[in-house]
């Protein structure tokens, strides 16, 4: 008890040197363990995201920019394809197609164009509501619902893409009429559209008021046979409802519109190899990716640079060690008087050296506890942390 | 190694949007898998499919009944209907206005007039227009009523039963023969309108609308269309500009029955006529034989 006493008392006098030894050996020990365990998860989902979805299609350009456009909807390049390439990959015979239209944002959350295959390709379910039915209708992937606290009967509205462009088109107001079950996967925090409706998003599509009706006739400018040229006045409608859904209509053929991206569905290995096979020989407008090669290769990147510090939180970790040491013995030294006062006052040997161990155990196993506490915490929140101290 | 970093760092971000948690609930889409369907947009495409298919999987038309097909826009609860088809069968040439505003799957849509895409005819004064900094576009399109030309009823039929076929393989050989038993029928239909168009085609012919331009075309049957209804009578301006430019040999060619106060009008000015009816939608009697008795009444007329 009278050593308990001694022990606590000492950590008492001298807690700013241990704070500082507990805090250093707690990184070291750590840091190491965080990032191989955020690589490791990191590596595993970005692994099972890209193995679900073997193949991509899209413009010839950065295989790594279609892959994680594709896959997490993050690209900022505005590269695309023509709609036609659907049809052309599913005229091949070897494979169905998805198309995906992620180029817009409803605040930092993308705007995923697709068909309803898509939900059925990622075995999405709805929490609540319904699918995407007419144009114009969103669907929230979970993590949006959440973080927003939006749900069915509430309205998204579309980020513009540029301040400065005042010519540019109306942001769109869409209905949410459906929320996703969450599904761990980027899908969570996206908000899904029809592509047609991604179309009237950047202005390929509108409704606005009839033009040969007598309301309008402040906005005709002239009539040539057949053609009214109105001016830029003429109503257009920033939402689709029931009543005006009469009025949208698309400008040229869908074919023409662009899409980001296709995810090749093949109906069994056959048909993905030949599609592969297809697409890398007889293709040079559009290109085919590999999913997991280009993450593996990335990940390859990811991993040399783990590597190269983890090499050098050992080296840290090592020179702590020896400071740590040297920290306890410079220490040991200083309590020699100590040593001498407790063993005139009848201490024995083992209860002095008991003592002076305690320092080193209560800094080690605080240490141990703290770092074992942070691995936990890093394995089920280091990827969120990551992205935070990314971002901000 | 620094030209990787931008990947890294991306790698990095995009890591962080990995996190979710687990609940199960109902699947996205085909909430009803207790019945196998598919769905015509049409009477023409509805028979075709009925007759081409067993009783196991039911053929919907979504129209109400005293609706036009082509005029019809399917509501949210038609459109859940239209997700969970196995296919959806389209007309063609624009028929089905509402496709561009719904959402349903792509691959499930049989377009059963595409094969026959380069005989669509273009419909002539679509207005255009342009505003903003867009061009000038219009909302122009083709006739639709292409079924009224047998040639391409069959090229329809064809589609159809081909439609089927890839979806459900081991009913070929079921559709196969059905197939050619349709195609026979259809062809004693475009036999019988040639044979009536031949008696007629000296006559002045006048169309109560304007969706016979297939039907004019196949069997060289030229003339004016309209656009009255067969259940409101015209008004006197109507009458007189019928009768200013048409020749005493008229023959008046209606969608439908018309009224009874048309048709005394129609007799006291000596103007004969003769009902045609498309037969867009679902009816008492089915489309063959509704086509049966338009080619019988066609025949009574010299």
Known sequence: ?392 | MLCRLPSLLAFFIFAGLLTACDEQSAPLQRVDKSETFVIAVNGPLHYFATRLLDNDIKVRMLVPADTDPAQWQPSVEDVLQLQQAELILLNGAGYSSWLNKVSVIDSRLVLTSGAARDEWIELEGQLSHSHGPDGEHAHGGYAFTTWMDMNLAQIQATAVAKALRARWPEKQALIDGKLVALLADIADLDNGYMAAATRIQNRQLVYSHPVYQYFERRYELPGLSLHWEPDLMPGDAQWSELQRLTSEDILFIWEAEPAVEITGRMSALGIEWVVLDPAANLAENDWLAVQKKNVARLQQRE
């Open chain 1, 1 to 392: 008890m009278d050593l308990l006493y001694l022990s606590l008392q000492y950590v008492r006098h001298h807690r700013l040197k241990l704070v500082v030894l507990i805090f250093t050996i707690t990184l070291v020990s750590w840091l190491p363990i965080a990032i191989q365990s955020i690589v490791d998860q990191t590596a595993e989902q970005l692994l099972d995201r890209a193995d679900s979805t073997p193949l991509v299609i899209g413009a010839p350009g950065s295989p790594l920019e279609l892959s994680l456009g594709s896959l997490y909807f993050r690209s900022k390049t505005s590269s695309t394809i023509p709609y036609s390439e659907v049809a052309t990959l599913e005229q091949t015979g070897f494979s169905r197609a998805i198309p995906l239209y992620y180029r817009f944002r409803v605040q930092d959350y993308p705007v995923v164009g697709t068909s309803l295959d898509y939900f059925d390709y990622r075995d999405l379910h709805l929490a609540q509501g319904r699918p995407v039915a007419i144009l114009g209708e969103a669907v929230l992937g979970s993590g949006v619902a959440k973080a927003s606290g939006l749900g069915i009967g509430d309205h998204v509205i579309t980020s513009p893409e540029s301040v400065f462009d005042l010519a540019g088109v109306y942001p769109l107001r869409m209905p949410v009429v459906g929320v996703l079950s969450p599904s761990f996967s980027p899908d969570d925090d996206a908000i899904f559209v029809d592509v047609k409706t991604s179309w009237v998003i950047q202005g390929l599509g509108h409704g606005h008021q009839e033009l040969n009706r007598r309301e309008a006739i402040g906005q005709i400018l002239k009539r040539e046979g057949d053609n009214i040229v109105a001016n830029a006045s003429v109503r257009q409608f920033n939402e689709i409802t029931v009543d005006n859904l009469d009025s949208f209509h698309f400008h040229g053929k869908n074919a023409n519109n662009p899409i980001s991206a296709i995810i090749p569905v093949p109906w069994d290995d056959k048909s993905s190899a030949l599609l592969l096979g297809h697409y890398l020989e007889e293709r040079s407008d559009v290109q085919i990716v590999r999913s997991r090669r280009v993450v593996t290769e990335l990940l390859d990147t990811v991993f040399t640079v783990r590597d190269y510090i983890v090499v050098g939180i050992a080296l840290v970790a090592a020179a702590t060690a020896v400071v740590a040491v040297l920290v306890f013995y410079l220490s040991l030294r200083l309590r020699q008087g100590e040593r001498y006062t407790l063993s005139r006052i009848g201490a024995s040997g083992v209860q002095i050296q008991t003592l002076m161990a305690t320092e080193i155990i209560a800094v080690l196993l605080v240490s141990a506890l703290l770092c074992t506490a942070l691995v936990l915490i890093t394995r089920h929140y280091g990827i969120i942390l990551m992205q935070q101290l990314l971002l901000s």
